[in-house]
């Protein structure tokens, strides 16, 4: 591997990580509110399943020579963040949650089913056991999407409207392309975030118009660039900072 492939694969591997980490603590929130009994568990579930793919990932980055899984996910500002913005975003609202929940996990099941093939075998290992775990949150998402759409009432369909059209921004900025498209695809570690986008419109259009949403020309949309390179909603560093808080009382404990 070339240095510059490996700088390749190093930033790829932040981008997911820290999209599961945030995701997965946004996710959290919803532990014991949610509307129901068994969303209360279905989203606590999900960031369980979200946290453990991102120790996952530190992982692999700890064995490319970066810092323990701890010390990265405790330890860094926003700055050093890699995260899209989408996974930031506060989520007081149900209808965003569960909005949001199918557009970024449709993502995630694409993702992972491309790294499937990657040339770098212990995340195309990674990648064949998360996606099994991944199927059932789509499964969740989709089933919701339905529900409260086409088979829902009117104030259920407008408010995830509501949700998608103020997500969508936000959903296409999970393609924010790296400064290593090239070095990936010549290394066979990940074909692009390009293609990722547009297996990720082939399956995510269909339902939400088969639901009973409207959407917009996506090519007119502006995505919502910037977390990959560090710049990230007013969100995000108070997470990091609720997220940590228990780490930094003293970093050096053993648990």
């Known amino acids: 591997m070339t240095a510059d492939h490996r700088a390749a694969l190093e930033d790829l591997l932040f981008r997911m990580a820290d999209d599961a980490l945030i995701y997965g603590h ?74 949001r929940h199918a557009l970024f996990d449709y993502a995630e099941q694409n993702r992972y089913a491309l790294l499937e093939q990657s040339t770098y075998q212990p995340l195309a290992d990674l990648a064949r056991k998360v996606r099994g775990e991944i ?31 103020m997500l969508l921004p936000y959903a296409l900025g999970i393609f924010e392309p790296s400064p290593y498209e090239q070095e990936l695809r010549s290394a066979g570690i990940f074909p692009g975030e390009e293609e ?21 020309a996506i090519e007119t949309i502006e995505p919502a660039y910037g977390g990959r ?17 228990v780490f930094r009382i003293d970093p050096d404990a053993e648990w």
């Open 135 to 165: 199927k059932y949150h789509v499964f969740h998402a989709s089933t919701w999407l339905r529900l409260l759409g086409n088979e829902g009432t009117d104030e259920s369909r407008m408010r995830m409207q509501a949700a998608l059209d």
């Open 26 to 99: 946004r996710n959290s929130e919803w532990t014991g509110l949610a509307p129901i009994l068994e969303e209360d568990i279905a989203f606590s579930s999900i960031a369980q399943d979200k946290l453990g793919h991102a120790l996952a990932l530190y992982h692999l980055l700890s064995d490319l020579g970066n810092p323990d899984p701890d010390t990265l996910a405790f330890t860094r500002d926003e700055q050093q963040f890699r995260c899209c913005h989408l996974v930031e975003l506060p989520t007081q609202d149900y209808a965003v949650a569960l909005m």
């Open 229 to 245: 390179r560090g710049y990230h909603t007013e969100h995000l560093q108070p997470l990091i900072e609720e997220m940590t808080v």
């Open 196 to 216: 990722l986008k547009q297996r990720w419109l082939e399956d995510v259009v269909p339902l939400l118009e088969s639901a009973g949403y409207r959407l917009p």
